[in-house]
Nanobody, 127 residues
Framework: AVLLVESGGGLVQPGGSLRLSCAAS????????MYWVRQASGTPAEWVAS????????YYADSAKGRFTVSRDNAKNTVSLQMNSLGPDDTAAYYC????????????????????WGQGTQVTVSS
């Protein structure tokens, strides 16, 4: 079974940084695009970043460009999200997700094809 486990969230002051990690198992990680999604309280989930399985091609939502960096380690079956210059609008639960197939698109507007989600890690940006 697909298992995704996020870690690294917490409380950070505005302008600060956090690094989220996701440990994946139950599928061929090195063949799969991986994604980060976030959901603020009372709002729909929002795609944040995508990373290809082999050449590391990355895509970011406009809200993440220039501040967030997605990376992966296929040897360790992990995907990470480095978040810098965090602001209150970044407060959300962050999820590592996988599409029902190895490729779920580059820029994601519809999350309905993503049945595999981790439990999420909460990021709170507040002074």
């Amino acid at each position: 079974a697909v298992l995704l486990v996020e870690s690294g969230g917490g409380l950070v002051q505005p302008g600060g940084s956090l690094r989220l990690s996701c440990a994946a198992s139950g599928f061929t990680f090195s063949d799969s695009w991986m994604y980060w999604v976030r959901q603020a309280s009372g709002t729909p989930a929002e795609w944040v970043a995508s990373i290809s399985p082999t050449d590391g091609t990355k895509y970011y939502a406009d809200s993440a460009k220039g501040r967030f960096t997605v990376s992966r380690d296929n040897a360790k079956n992990t995907v990470s999200l480095q978040m810098n210059s965090l602001g209150p609008d970044d407060t959300a639960a962050y999820y590592c997700v996988r599409h029902k197939s190895p490729y779920g698109g580059t820029i994601v507007e519809d999350l309905s094809g993503f049945p595999y989600w981790g439990q999420g890690t909460q990021v709170t940006v507040s002074s």
